[in-house]
Nanobody, 118 residues
Framework: VQLVESGGDLAQPGGSLRLSCAAS?????MAWFRQAPGKEREGVAG???????TYADSVKGRFTISQDNAKNTLYLQMNSLKPEDTAMYYC????????????????WGQGTQVTVSS
């Protein structure tokens, strides 16, 4: 399975972006991670095939993860963006359920850059 992210861009603080991750085949669970320069990778949000979701505290109420199972596509709607949201965002997928797919990811995308700056 290949994962291809898109939608990263430059946005102003308070603005919105929508990321997409197209998967070439079936997976049960998908998630978004991000990594800023000099920082460790962190989980942003996860969702399983039946729609159970997980969010990092830093994005709750601002980001929404969703999926189109028919298209094997994952989305991340990001609202009220902050400069600290600046990072490379990665899509990951696996076959186990649970919080962040029980930290078992078989596939990773190449990433899409999100920059939040005025």
């Amino acid at each position: 399975v290949q994962l291809v992210e898109s939608g990263g861009d430059l946005a102003q603080p308070g603005g919105s972006l929508r990321l997409s991750c197209a998967a070439s085949g079936y997976t049960y669970c998908m998630a978004w991670f991000r990594q800023a320069p000099g920082k460790e990778r962190e989980g942003v949000a996860g969702i399983d095939r039946v729609g159970s979701t997980t969010y990092a505290d830093s994005v709750k109420g601002r980001f929404t993860i969703s999926q189109d199972n028919a298209k094997n596509t994952l989305y991340l709607q990001m609202n009220s963006l902050k400069p600290e949201d600046t990072a490379m965002y990665y899509c990951a997928a696996g076959y186990l359920g649970g919080r962040y797919c029980s930290d078992s990811f078989n596939y990773w995308g190449q990433g899409t850059q999100v920059t939040v700056s005025s």
